[in-house]
């Protein structure tokens, strides 16, 4: 199984400021046949599902506020949310669909400071 | 617009089975795989499997083969999952997804989560 690791566990950053968050993966989720990574990205706000922000680990799923961005290739991967609103505090979680279980990291709560 | 809708919440017996169902809506159903992932209290989301579109094929996560069965019925633009011998450790919310890809996917879409609660 590919285990995901996220880091930090937690975070606290002041409004208008740059919060990162971090995702490795055990083993690489980069598909060399078509060059892309199969890494998403969700942001689970409390009571609510999971919703996606970033799928093939840089595109941004419809609808999403382009202060979130994704980078990252191969097992190392970052969620870049820039200029941080009071309405982006949640848990966020990466997740591999390169292989078979599909795996989730442990998740990063996010909060102001 | 694309819509998943869950079931009520469930109080279960150690021992006992659960099913659950997810209604689909405002998109061709048969398009699209239906996935499981539960979140137990303070655990990580964990994918428990699939049925995929058009021919309705499953697949299993490892950790609950034997114990997990995935359905539909296309008529009713339903899927189901039914886990079986339930222990305490099956104290979660359930969601269903739909998946974006064929096959392995990241998920687009959310049921709103189902609570199913084992407890003598």
């Known amino acids: 199984d590919i285990v995901m690791t996220q880091s930090p566990d937690s975070l606290a950053v002041s409004l208008g400021e740059r919060a990162t968050i971090n995702c490795k993966s055990s083993q690489s989720v980069l598909y060399r046949s078509n060059n892309k990574n199969y890494l998403a990205w969700y942001q689970q706000k409390p009571g609510q599902p999971p919703k996606l922000l970033i799928y093939w680990a840089s595109t941004r799923e419809s609808g999403v506020p382009d202060r979130f961005s994704g980078s990252g290739s191969g097992t190392d991967f970052t969620l870049t949310i820039n200029s941080l609103q009071s309405e982006d505090v949640a848990v966020y979680y990466c997740?591999?669909?390169?292989?078979?279980?599909?795996?989730f990291g442990q998740g990063t709560k996010l909060e102001i400071k | 617009q694309v819509q998943l809708v869950q079931s009520g919440a469930e109080v279960k017996k150690p021992g006992a089975s659960v099913k659950l169902s997810c209604k689909a809506s405002?998109?061709?159903?048969?398009?699209?795989?239906v996935y499981w992932v539960r979140q137990a209290p303070g655990q990580r989301l964990e994918w428990m499997g699939w049925i995929n579109d058009g021919n309705g094929a499953t697949k299993y996560s490892q950790k609950f083969q034997g114990r997990v069965t995935i359905t539909r019925d296309t008529s009713a633009n339903t899927a189901y999952m039914e886990l079986s011998s339930l222990r305490s450790e099956d104290t979660a919310i359930y969601y269903c997804?739909?998946?974006?890809?064929?096959?392995?996917?990241?998920?687009?879409?959310w049921g709103q989560g189902t609570l199913v609660t084992v407890s003598s």
């Open positions: 405002g998109y061709t159903f048969t398009s699209y795989a």
């Open positions: 997804a739909r998946g974006a890809l064929f096959g392995a996917s990241h998920f687009d879409y």
């Open positions: 997740q591999q669909y390169y292989s078979s279980p599909l795996t």
